[in-house]
Structures are given as C-alpha cells and as structure tokens.
C-alpha cells in the first residue's frame, strides 16, 4: 500500500511557474510508475504527466508538453510536477497517482491516489 500526499498548489499568474511535489510512503516507491493528472471543475479527471520507475522516461499529454516537466527522486520517495508558462486553461486540483506502468492514460489503470492540490492560474 502506497500512500501519497500532493503539496504546492496555489495561486498564480498566467504565465508564472509552479512545481508540485508528491511525497510517497509504505510498499516500495521505487518500483512504480508515478503520474498526474488533473481535474478541473464540472470536467473529467484527466491525464497530465507519467514518469517511469527509474525516472528516465516520461510522457506528456499534448496541452502540457514543452511546459511542463515531470521528475522523480527515489532516494527521497517524491516526485515533482515543474510547471511553466502556466494558462488560465491549467486551473484544476491536481493529483499524484501510483501504478504499475507509465504508458497508462486513464485513471482507472492507476492504484493509487493522493488527495489532491488545487492549482488556480488567474488570467
């Protein structure tokens, strides 16, 4: 059982930056895929970012792509969500995720799930 607990939301302008980060505890951090996605309000959770056990590999979806960039530390059992060049559009709570591999796009195919932090980016 992987706990998960989501820090660093906010408040920002468009075009200001942001990092979350995503502190595990219990099983074995270092041997999942680690993702976010996010949800803003009256919408569908949706996908954001994964990161591979050993955090050589990353996938994005088409909206975060080239803004933001997702990065993990096993050593300190958390992952990090660095996002830039932030839009009105990136307003949601936003979640850290556990599964078994990072090619997986829809949630249901994650195990398991943090709280959540709310990201608002004011235009």
């Known amino acids: 059982q992987v706990q998960l607990v989501e820090s660093g939301g906010g408040l920002v302008q468009a075009g200001g930056s942001m990092r979350l980060s995503c502190a595990a505890s219990?099983?074995?951090?270092?041997?999942?895929?680690i993702g976010w996605f996010r949800q803003a309000l009256g919408k569908e959770r949706e996908f954001v970012a994964t990161v591979s056990w050993s955090g050589r590999n990353t996938n994005y979806a088409d909206s975060v792509k080239g803004r933001f960039t997702i990065s993990r530390d096993n050593a300190k059992n958390t992952v990090y969500l660095q996002m830039n060049s932030l839009k009105p559009e990136d307003t949601a709570v936003y979640y850290c995720?556990?599964?078994?591999?990072?090619?997986?796009?829809?949630?249901?195919?994650?195990?398991?799930w943090g709280q959540g932090t709310q990201v608002t980016v004011s235009s």
């Open positions: 219990g099983g074995t951090f270092s041997t999942y895929a």
């Open positions: 995720t556990a599964g078994a591999t990072m090619y997986r796009t829809k949630p249901e195919h994650y195990d398991y």
